[in-house]
């Protein structure tokens, strides 16, 4: 038939490419999951930046623009002229926002840190700045990230201003972290509320007491919906067993999953290129688990990376420039080996259960 008739196999050979996802952001939409990158307004001004962003996600997260040190340039002033080009550029191309962050500390004003409050008063301030913020971003930021990194990696809380230097509960375990969820909720109670946290994707002291909280705060009526990990790779072994199995059990107490900040950090040379080209390979596979264990977990319904292109990444000074590329297009914005092993993964979305 084929031969006989060849048009008809050049328009099924049309339609099938049109059908075909053709970005990150069509294939993504299909598997029902988020794909997203962290920005900065600052490189708005590069056509590739944001032609690169608009066309490949579908959702994004202000880099630094709304965490404390950008928004409070001092008391008594709230500056979201940046957080608001962001969310404009957002809506303008359809995409979702994602709000990081209320609570962590650090990224704080000076003025924050190096005042004497007493737990009242610094109470009153963090009610006011999550009040003011989520409220000002109501109905545009469809979830935040309401504590960062509230656990060091033997499971404890991390002493940091808001838990108990002074502490906004005088140190009172985790009702301080419970304490921002009920204020950021108060606030917008259509925003989906995270608790965001590094190298807790695997199982381990730190997920292990997260896990317990998640679960204290669902039995007690916290508004909690959601857990970002973060997963910055730095080695490129990665425990996938161990990743799957703490995504499944996170995901069985009813909540949600965002992949936050990912980058898979490779070593690099002073021009910020890959040293080896095999790296690239390990990299696009590390991406191509990563995004099957997430279609795999039910609740698994955001993917995140930590920037959009290799020429802008935090990894630079984060690792002292001797590690860099991990993320999924080049300085050059071409695609990575990553970016198709992702969209490849994504792609064979039949693998996701919903
Ligand atoms: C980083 C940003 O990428 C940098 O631009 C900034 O100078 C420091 O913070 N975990 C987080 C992010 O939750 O907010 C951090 O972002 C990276 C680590």
């Not at 994004?60 to 950008?70: F, H, I, R, T």
């Not at 007493?118 to 309401?146: M, N």
């Not at 190298?199 to 292990?208: V, W």
Request: hydrophobic content about 40%; glycine content about 6%.
């Amino acid at each position: 038939m084929y031969f006989r008739y060849p048009h008809v196999s050049v328009i099924l050979l049309f339609i099938v490419a049109t059908l075909r996802a053709q970005t990150l952001r069509d294939e993504a939409n299909r598997a029902d999951i988020l794909i997203g990158a962290a920005v900065n307004a600052h490189y708005f001004s590069e056509a590739a930046y944001t032609s690169t962003l608009a066309r490949e996600f579908g959702m994004v997260e202000p880099e630094d623009a709304m965490k404390w040190e950008s928004l409070r340039p001092d008391e008594k002033t709230f500056n979201f002229a940046k957080a608001d080009r962001i969310v404009e550029f957002a809506q303008t191309h359809s995409m979702k926002v994602r709000g990081h962050n209320l609570v962590w500390g650090t990224h704080n004003p000076e003025w924050l840190m190096q005042t004497n409050r007493t737990p009242q008063q610094l109470s009153a301030l963090l009610h006011d700045h999550i009040s003011r913020v989520v409220d000002h971003f109501r109905g545009k930021v469809f979830a935040w990230d309401v504590v960062n990194e509230g656990f060091n990696e033997r499971g404890k809380l991390r002493d940091s201003l808001w838990f108990n230097q002074p502490g906004i509960g005088a140190g009172e375990g985790i009702a301080y972290i419970a304490q921002a969820f009920r204020w950021a909720h108060e606030a917008d109670p259509n925003a989906l509320l995270f608790y965001n946290e590094a190298e807790a994707e695997e199982t381990n002291l730190k997920s292990d007491a997260i896990y317990a909280m998640v679960k204290d705060f669902r039995q007690r009526g916290v508004p909690i919906d959601g857990i970002g990990f973060q997963m910055h790779i730095f080695n490129l072994a990665p425990n996938f067993p161990s990743i799957t199995v703490n995504f499944a059990r996170f995901s069985k107490l009813g909540i949600q999953i965002h992949i936050t900040e990912m980058d898979v950090a490779l070593p690099v040379a002073a021009d910020g290129k890959a040293i080896n080209v095999a790296d690239l390979q390990r990299q696009a596979d590390i991406y191509a688990e990563i995004g099957k264990i997430c279609l795999q977990t039910p609740g698994c319904t955001a993917i995140q990376t930590w920037g959009v292109t290799d020429k802008y990444s935090w990894l630079g000074w984060a690792t002292h420039k001797t590690k860099g590329a991990g993320l999924l297009f080049d300085r050059q914005y071409q695609p990575k080996p990553a970016y198709k092993a992702l969209e490849q993964a994504l792609g064979k979305r039949s693998a996701r259960q919903h």
